[in-house]
């Protein structure tokens, strides 16, 4: 969900907004235990409505493997049907591989996971899967957005048992399937865009692994030989 499009850009003025309890206490309790963690990964299985200039409307997929350790290290590997593509974060710089093209680059970023998200996205356009997921105020965000937020009990989602939550606003609807488990962790997540045809973008979270040890040497990149460097410019200096 984010940046892909992230929700805490968007902003709802409905002066009657019906928000349930039980979806938010359900939210809050997510985000509570996503903030508690030291370091994880996860798989993001995601498919996304894109226009495609011979063939209109179509459905790309992607497959993301993110590692994470609090607060400044990320990496996500990132597998498309155009491209393959590689994010190194050590806490002061951003490398990125195009194992597609055998090229790569570094972009500077702040010593902090959420504020090197928000910056390269604002600076470069990238997108980190599913980040909306790992801002503290993700519950906070979403009522911003939303003129009602519903609880639809219990279902099976990707074999598990899910509570189900769906936010309704202006601009998107988003509906969450969050597990009902000890870990309230996100299972499933669509977000429709209003604003773009009702076009969709779905991800599916599986293989996450809590407070791993992850060796600091995952998060640092090295280029392959004979791969080409390319300077990465912001868009804010073209």
């Not at 938010?24 to 495609?52: E, K, N, P, T, Y």
């Not at 710089?93 to 928000?118: H, K, L, R, S």
């Not at 503290?136 to 911003?144: E, M, N, Q, R, S």
């Not at 429709?192 to 060796?215: K, M, R, S």
């Amino acid at each position: 969900m984010s940046l892909a499009p992230g929700l805490h850009a968007q902003t709802n003025s409905t002066a009657d907004p019906v928000m349930d309890t039980a979806a938010i206490l359900i939210m809050d309790r997510m985000a509570d235990m996503i903030g508690s963690l030291h370091s994880c990964s996860f798989d993001l299985h995601v498919s996304q409505d894109q226009q495609d200039p011979d063939h209109g409307m179509i459905t790309r997929f992607t497959d993301h493997q993110v590692f994470m350790t609090g607060p400044d290290r990320m990496h996500v590997n990132s597998i498309g049907e155009r491209a393959h593509k590689g994010y190194w974060y050590n806490g002061w710089q951003v490398a990125y591989y195009n194992f597609t093209e055998n090229n790569f680059g570094f972009m500077e970023a702040p010593a902090n996971i959420i504020a090197m998200i928000d910056e390269v996205h604002h600076d470069y356009g990238v997108d980190f899967p599913a980040a909306d997921f790992f801002y503290p105020t993700f519950t906070d965000d979403l009522i911003a957005q939303s003129t009602r937020i519903d609880y639809l009990g219990t279902v099976q989602r990707d074999g598990r048992e899910c509570f189900r939550i769906v936010a309704t606003g202006k601009a998107q609807t988003v509906q969450l399937w969050i597990a009902n488990d000890a870990t309230f962790l996100p299972v499933h997540f669509i977000i429709t865009d209003h604003a773009a045809g009702n076009t969709q973008y779905e991800g599916a979270f599986t293989h996450w692994v809590l407070n791993p040890d992850i060796p600091d040497q995952l998060y640092e990149f090295m280029p392959p030989p004979g791969a080409a460097r390319l300077t990465v410019m912001p868009r804010k200096s073209k």
